[in-house]
Nanobody, 120 residues
Framework: QVQLVESGGGLVQPGGSLRLSCVAS????????MGWYRQAPGKQRELVAS???????DYTDSVTGRFTISRDNAKNTVYLQMNSLKPEDTAVYYC??????????????WGKGTLVTVSS
């Protein structure tokens, strides 16, 4: 049974940083791509960043240059380093197990999410 557990969310001031972690179990982590999504109140869930099984990252335009996705296959963990945070980054962040060819294809494996609030 695949399980994904996110951590690292919290309250941070604009311009601050957070690092999110997602630990996967019940799967051969290294062969899959991973994605970080977010969902703000009243908005649809959106893909923020993804990383291929080989470690190639991809980002949505709004976070390029501020967020960094990485993975540690030995720890079955994917990270999202978020710098220069803005109030519009406030959302629940979810990790996802998926596939990536030209685009990221999410599979139906989701964590419960971790809340990031950017506010002064």
């Amino acid at each position: 049974q695949v399980q994904l557990v996110e951590s690292g969310g919290g309250l941070v001031q604009p311009g601050g940083s957070l690092r999110l972690s997602c630990v996967a179990s019940g799967t051969i982590f290294s062969i899959y791509a991973m994605g970080w999504y977010r969902q703000a109140p009243g908005k649809q869930r959106e893909l923020v960043a993804s990383i291929s099984s080989g470690g190639s990252p991809d980002y949505t335009d709004s976070v390029t240059g501020r967020f960094t996705i990485s993975r540690d296959n030995a720890k079955n963990t994917v990270y999202l380093q978020m710098n220069s945070l803005k109030p519009e980054d406030t959302a629940v962040y979810y990790c996802n197990l998926g596939l990536r060819y030209s685009d990221y294809l999410p599979m139906d494996y989701w964590g419960k999410g971790t809340l990031v609030t950017v506010s002064s």
